[in-house]
């Protein structure tokens, strides 16, 4: 057997998701000893932690390394996703300690969880093969589960958690009988493994292996046919919890989906193509037209993200570096976006406790002018109308998917977004046209500091759009 | 046909037919025990493949401890398993349709991917053994080592388990006596025991 000489050395490129894990380690230790009162301490160290590790990615030298046998791969590609997971997270953890204080769960074990279903996250965007793959997207989705019924007196928190458990199980073994018999055709778990072997060809289980593991992923991104549990859950989990749900395990997925099919399929390009390309139609048309008739404004920031992973996967379908540049910055744009909007939703607030209805928006342009003005742009931006950014985040993927000719895609994707415009018209509308309703409570200076950084992203993209897009290059040519 | 073969056909056999029952019985009992017949089949297969240490395991945690978990749940709990089947004759015609339509491409990938050893050939290569140690030896060396990574994130996923079932179970009631360790070792004989002098012939 092989000695193995272990330097330290080797560990290097996994440094920030160890000091992640040994944080949360301690995080663990500190509540236990300090018991029930320490939610706002623990969370504090919780955001300056994932503050940390994020500074830790981002000055990460701008090579592919690999550590772990090849099973952790840290390269730009990964960064990217990274810290827009992270960026997801903490936001989630500034945003969460008054609605957890108002619903009665502020246990400090919500940070915890957050900050380890992060490294999940952080560990499925690094997989090199099939196990580390698994692990990471269990790590994750475990934390999720738990976070989903976290206010555990609610009927609702507790159904979601259970509908999303379930479901979640199922992807998972759907998932993992996918990898079964893609390590049994090809021999190997690495990615570059398979995509070594499949390089001569493939073969029908191969394939076989693929579309399961295309399903599996594809729920954990809520794309559909697998979005059946998207509405409830987001209705039904605590508005924070929703916001770190549509935040950060999708730009996670996301990018563990892009990773396994760019990585190691890219020689079967053409068989994966036609899934992604049905499941970004089918996403975009559902997120599209469910949305209309929605009278909740979580069901229906639900709906809409349904849409919004159609549009990526548009860039994905493309199987090119262009497209997977266009699936970055779509993340990127979609991630800031849905956290203003979260952040407003939290803002949703009377003497009663939280409201969560549409129409409780009327008249919001009378009674809080600047939130409506700035709910109005990002509901714009999510529309896609120019010079917002969400705009530009359709134009990377559309430009992608038309440069590989899939001309009849980008048509369908125009339309479905035209479609989907009239939703965010219709809050706009209703903000600003309806009669007033009673005002909100004033916002915590945390969701203001959120809700005003998301705007001003949005409003000025279009002025210097420089460091994100060449980022967002540079990661997508990591994978080619 | 070999003795191993026979072996192998008789493991098979009663592992799909339990497999089967469990999701069949009416019963909940039966088909918990049914489950417990299938794991132990399972294992059966795995001693032909010379796996025994994976065979002792699936016997150890799926059969000692999991399903033996199953069954006191089942008991316990008063769940009207007639009830939750209700939709099931409802949904059983695209159910059935759909695990046909799955059966056939199955039988497709194995007749010309398995059965055709040529065209998988030379791609899939089993791992190399060596036969002097055993199968605990060789998982032990590198469990800690090459694998140590998946190791760790395993440890990690159940202990997100544990933080979860301790944050959406355990509640604080008012009123319950508990242990407190310092209380009780603080105690010393003055204070625990008292000594009576009890008259002869008049009791306390």
Known sequence: MSSATVTLAQFAPALPEILLAAGALALVLIGAFRGEKSFGLINTLAFLLLALVGVLIATQDAVTVSAFNGAFISDSFGRFMKIAVLIGSAVTLMISGDYLKATGSQQFEFPILVALSTLGMLLMISAGDLIALYLGLELSSLALYVVASFNRDSVKSTEAGLKYFVLGALSSGMLLYGASLVYGMTGSVSFSGIASVLKDGTSLGVIFGLVFILAGLAFKISAVPFHMWTPDVYEGAPTPVTAFFAAAPKIAAMALLVRVVEQAFPHITGQWQQIIVFIAIASMGLGAFAAIGQQNIKRLLAYSSIGHVGFALVGLSAGTAGGVEGVAIYMAIYLVTTLGTFGCVLAMRREGGYVEDIDDLAGLSKTHPIMAFILAMLMFSLAGIPPLAGFFAKWYVFVAAVEAKLYALAVIGVVTSVVGAYYCLRIVKIMYFDEAKAPFLPMSAAIRLVVGVSGVFVLAFWLYPAPLVTRAVAAAQSLF | ?204
């Open chain 2, 1 to 204: 046909m070999s003795f191993a073969q026979g072996f192998f056909y008789l493991f098979s056999i009663v592992t799909v037919g339990s497999a089967f029952m469990v999701i069949s019985s009416r019963n909940p009992v039966h088909s918990v025990l049914f489950l417990i017949l299938a794991f132990v089949n399972a294992a059966g297969l795995f001693l032909l493949m010379g796996a025994e240490f994976l065979a002792m395991i699936l016997i150890v945690v799926y059969v000692g401890a999991v399903a033996v978990l199953f069954l006191f749940v089942v008991m316990m709990l008063d769940v009207d398993f007639a009830e939750l089947r209700q939709g099931f004759l409802n949904y059983l015609p695209l159910g059935a349709t759909l695990g046909l339509i799955f059966f056939i491409e199955l039988a497709m990938v194995i007749t010309i991917d398995v059965m055709d050893p040529k065209s998988i050939g030379g791609k899939a290569e089993l791992a190399k053994t060596d036969p002097s140690i055993s199968n605990t030896e060789a998982l032990g060396r590198v469990l800690y080592t090459e694998h140590v990574y998946y190791f760790q994130i395993s440890g990690l996923v159940l202990l997100v388990a544990m933080i979860g079932a301790i944050v959406l179970t355990l509640r604080h009631k008012a009123g319950v006596k508990r242990q407190n360790i310092a209380d009780q070792v603080a105690r010393t004989r003055d204070t625990a025991i008292e000594v009576k002098k009890v008259p002869f012939g008049q009791g306390v």
